[in-house]
């Protein structure tokens, strides 16, 4: 007796980004710049940009360059051979993901690293290509 059906179900859906997160998109594509927010309560900078503090519960509409560099945490390899780390920035106090492109062998917990931006950038996290080894 068969006890399941394996099939796909396809569910296109919009999400917005929310205020935050378009402010952040927004710099991303058109300045080059990575946002973080900042809490006018207790100073804490988010990135990915949150719209009110978890810390305070305090309203947020303050944003600061997180600048471009930061420092690996932690990382992972994926099956397919990329890089995942969690990036400490240099301008924010909370880490966030996203792809290394360095080979898995080179890359190491406290690397310096650099985020790599495309060329032509459309207002989408892949925006940043990357980072890379800060040499
Ligand atoms: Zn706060």
């Not at 059906?5 to 917005?16: R, V």
């Not at 600061?64 to 990329?82: I, L, S, W």
């Amino acid at each position: 007796m068969k006890k399941y059906i394996k099939d796909t179900i396809s569910i296109p859906y919009q999400w917005t980004t929310g205020r935050a997160g378009s402010a952040f998109l927004t710099a991303l594509k058109d300045d080059g710049v990575i946002l973080a927010a900042r809490c006018s309560s207790c100073g804490k900078r988010y990135l990915p940009p949150l719209s009110f503090c978890p810390a305070c519960f305090r309203h947020i509409d303050e944003y600061v360059n997180a600048g471009r560099e930061g420092e690996v945490k932690e990382f992972t390899v994926t099956r397919d051979g990329r890089v995942i780390g969690v990036i400490q920035m240099d301008g924010a106090d909370t880490p966030w993901l996203h792809v290394i492109l360095e080979p898995p062998e080179d890359v190491k917990v406290g690397m310096r690293v650099r985020a790599k931006l495309c060329e032509q950038r459309r207002g989408s996290i892949t925006d940043i290509e990357g980072f890379e080894r800060v040499k």
